[in-house]
């Protein structure tokens, strides 16, 4: 029951394992009757991983009706937090070995009956031989086909195992009454013909289909599984008595301190207290370079310690640590459903009724036109239309690629939030990219301090001081560090002013003092002398940011302060360049610096001096001209920018807030991770339309082929026993075509 008139619900979204399903008509199922269910805002089934994600209000239900409802139509559901990974993989483990051994003997009772009806039909007792072995074939190892076939037809829903169930059925009652009844058609003059092979066969091919499908599926998630591996399961306690004790990482609790020993896996996220190391990052940063490790600095789960050992206080555990939100997001992604897949959820759904109703016309249709042998032809080609259609191909097209594609961008430090912008960013067309902590380091330094004289330098200082220690702008940490190195001592201001986007203004003593951008202070009228005048075009003429500080609308202290170009920028420019996207950089330096920053990183279209409302101004500008915009950011300020952009990319290291707002996240520094990002998803769109083509080109034409369609041309009918293979083959190559993601390069 979708609520949305209701604003003031508080809602929870989970994402739980789903078991034993074995079709995409199976998800659409489970999915129409959760969203059906009271207190169930909105939810989604996806079934390459199994998963459904609920959105719901807890006041009204909870996961232990989701398991009622789930398991009233033959599936099941785990709501257990505790292990759900662990119950999931177990369950598909059982699940593969279940469908294994149903393969291998099955296909062992089968080839006796091949052999049997296609080299000795004639033989004396051959057809009772042939329902001895098919017996057990088709409702021992096939009985899953007609349980969960049942369960469906109680709740007037159908899917793969209806069709399944209900050719190898009919073919093998058809066949059985021929046998027991053979007189019944030879006193009509006609000779009973039994299908018992293909019965049998149908049930071996669609079992072989899906071992090789459940394979196939295993591999599109390994990202998660590669992730996961990153946490060890123990680690080693420091207990109150400095003795050390192994216990099992569910067992940490926050401020337990943790000794970590060279090579091994850091547990959980935490800030070291003793020790010092150096600490391979790269797993979840992707920077190369291990980082040095001492007293008071953070350290990250599933990271690797390298030379030194050292403790630490825990200090985020279990859901919280940064590779447990990674987890998360890479989960809920693969999870996530591209647009294009809910067109063919509403196909899946409607699929196998259509299916069984042309099977239906088949069937009379032979009966009214067909020649002597009509029924047998009605039945059998009614079969064949049953067994070819393949609603699983068409349910594994999207998600399939869309896990691959998700979880080759996590490999390479690129995590997307969902499908739809993975689906999305193939179209980009122009880029916006924030100047600092994008293109450059984002670790701004002071470089150049220059005082216009010596008068009441102490105190201007302070006074400098003061405002900056209650500045949050990025820019403001740099002079803090800068004067704390040495003797100053801040003051307490009696008035303090921030200028969105340009300064501060704060009083003190009875003088008005202000820092900010040259920009700002002749907008305040600031007297400049032509020294410091000069001074400031030289400094931005070298790409230095440039900062002005006025006691009474004179200026006295002019500082420079330099951000590092990112080594890879350039590189990532002239690569969106060459894939025909405009790039633009988004500023709020002033005019010069930002000349400088472009000339050397190869741009030529910027903008300086931009407040953080004009970046959403700006790519809304470029929307109206009908761009598909990309906006790259990595601070509070880039948010609304974000939110505005069609697709919103964070750069890991930038402000949570940004990376809440933004659909991608670099888990990187390294600029080139966007064209990664872009070619990705070309490549992964190419892939899902590749597998919706094959999965529809094969129904549209197998099914026609299956009823019989070709016979009044050339005589030719299929037989049922080809059509299941085809059938568990199409299935087969939508995962495979997927899975060649995987291999490729970004």
Known sequence: MKQEDSPNIKSVRKTFPILEMTCAACAVSVESMLRSSEGVLDAGVNFANQDAWIEYDPEITNPEKFQTVVRSIGY????????????????????YESIKKRTIWSSILSLPIVILGMFFMDLTGG????????????????????????????HSKANMDTLVALSTGIAWLFSAFNTLFADFWHERGTHPHVYFEAAAVIIVFISLGKLLEEKAKSNTSSAIKKLIGLQPQYVTLVTEEDQLKEIAIASVQKGNILLVKPGEKIPVDGTITNGSSYVDESMITGEPVPVEKIVGKNVFAGTINQKGSFRFRAEKIGSETFLAQIIKMVEQAQGSKAPVQKLVDKIAGIFVPVVIGISILTFISWMIWGNENAFTYALMNAVTVLVIACPCALGLATPTAIMVGIGKGAENNILIKDAESL???????????????????????????????????????????????????????????????????????????????????????DQQYAIGSPSMMKENKTTIDMVLQKRIDELQKQAKTVIVFSKNSVARIVLAITDKIKESSAAAIERLHKMDIEVYMLTGDNQQTARAIADQVGLTTYKAEVMPAEKAAFIEQLQKQGKIVAMVGDGINDSHALATADVSIAMGKGSDIAMDVAKMTLITSDL???????????KTVATIK???????????????????????????????????????????SVVSNSLRLKLSSI
């Open 690 to 732: 590749q597998n919706l083509f094959w999965a529809f080109i094969y129904n549209i034409i197998g099914i026609p082929i299956a009823a019989g369609v070709l016979f009044a041309v050339n005589g030719f009918l299929l037989n049922p026993m080809i059509a299941g293979a085809a059938m568990a083959l199409s299935s087969v």
């Open 76 to 95: 099941d559901i785990v709501i257990t937090e505790e292990n759900k990974n662990e119950i999931k993989e177990a369950a598909r483990i059982q699940h």
């Open 127 to 154: 057809n009772y031989i042939m329902m001895a072995l098919s017996t057990p074939v088709v409702f021992y190892f096939g009985k899953n086909f007609f349980i969960n076939a049942w369960k469906q037809a109680k």
């Open 672 to 682: 080139t991770s966007i064209p990664k990002a872009i070619q990705l998803s070309k």
């Open 423 to 509: 689906e999305l960013a193939h179209s980009i067309n122009a880029v916006v990219l924030d100047k600092t902590g994008t293109i450059t380091e984002g670790k701004p330094e002071v470089s150049d301090v220059i005082f216009k004289d010596e008068h009441d330098l102490s105190e201007l200082q302070s006074v400098l001081l003061s405002i900056e220690l209650q500045s949050e702008h990025p820019l403001a940490e740099a002079v803090v560090q800068h004067f704390e190195n040495s003797a100053i001592k801040p003051v307490h201001l009696h008035r303090i002013e921030s200028v969105t986007g340009k300064g501060v203004i704060a009083d003190y003593n």
